[in-house]
């Protein structure tokens, strides 16, 4: 994880809260703060759709083979794949006490599990208590499946971790105030590469639906303070493929300048004003007060020609990587 040097402060701006404020110039692509959650879970589904992650830091521990194999239901072998696929088996644990049923990418993840939470939710504890999870897992995925928007064991995570350590509870109270590597210089090669890509992604979809890239959801305290902007000056993403966020510069961002991040997928960035701030109201309880919505704000109250009414139930971030809020 990058060693954070900070060039932001957290400010209070009398609309919207909390906001963080550049401090120094931050320049485009720069990775400006890496933070680990307060809890993480992996969403049910990962286990119907036989997706096995690390179930401390989601690491995959499945081969990127595997997984568009998984996918696409076809034998796949991937370009560099010996060189790029960081799945290293031989390091993968089980639970010592309720053994597959909670599977880790190394010694060390099972034992910050058993420290941070774990110790309280291991099914070797007693039968009533797994079979109480079971029926609760059972129960949400009746009512969430699919898509699932967050699972219920992040909640039941947080309530362990309190149980485990009761300064953990001044933690949340704090909270609740307040991929891409170029593997080939060849452009021939890049742009066959991104065609790959591109195919396997159609594929997988028509397979597994458009839930590919959301594995769970986290609570990550830094990144809560980030407002929305429509046309942000950063973004959230995954570089370490696992729980590590990274908050990416997508323009330089100058002293005294407001850190954003957009709450909404691409596709609906270029939205007339109406329709982003009628899904903004809608979804977040908010009404979006970024320069671009203020600048637009005389636009007449239109809906975009691509809106349909479909589109405006679905939730733009529940193909997030990770949903962080
Ligand atoms: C994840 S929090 C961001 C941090 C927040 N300002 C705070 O004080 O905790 C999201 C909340 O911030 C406020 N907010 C974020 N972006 C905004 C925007 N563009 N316009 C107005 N309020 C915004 C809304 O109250 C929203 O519910």
Known sequence: MANNSVKFSINHD?????????????HTGEIIFEELPLVCSQFLWNAECKYDACQFCLTPLETAEENVSR?????????????????????????????????????????????IYHQTLCYSRSEELANNLNKLCDLWKSIHYPPETASIMLLVKILARIKQDSTFIQKLQQFSKNCERLVANNPDECEQINQLVETLFEKMEKISGCFLNTEGSGLYELQSCINHSCQPNSEVCFLHNNFILSLKALE???????????????????????????????????????????????DPDVTSDEDDDSDLQSNPDDDEAMNCD
């Not at 109406?274 to 809608?282: L, Q």
Request: with cysteine; aromatic share 8%.
């Open 252 to 298: 330089t961002i100058n002293p005294g300048e407001e850190i954003t991040i957009c709450y909404l997928d691409e596709c609906w960035r270029d939205r007339s004003r109406h329709s982003r701030n009628k899904y903004i109201r809608e979804n977040y309880l908010f009404t979006c007060q970024c320069p671009k919505c203020q600048q637009q704000m005389n």
């Open 71 to 115: 996918l696409t239901k076809e034998q796949i072998k991937l370009p560099y794949f010996e060189q790029c696929c960081q799945t290293n088996k031989s390091k993968h644990v089980d639970c010592l006490g309720c053994g597959q049923k909670e599977r880790y990418c190394s010694i060390e993840c099972r034992q910050h599990a058993f420290e």
């Open 14 to 26: 009398a609309i919207k809260g909390r906001c963080l404020i550049a401090t120094e110039t931050i």
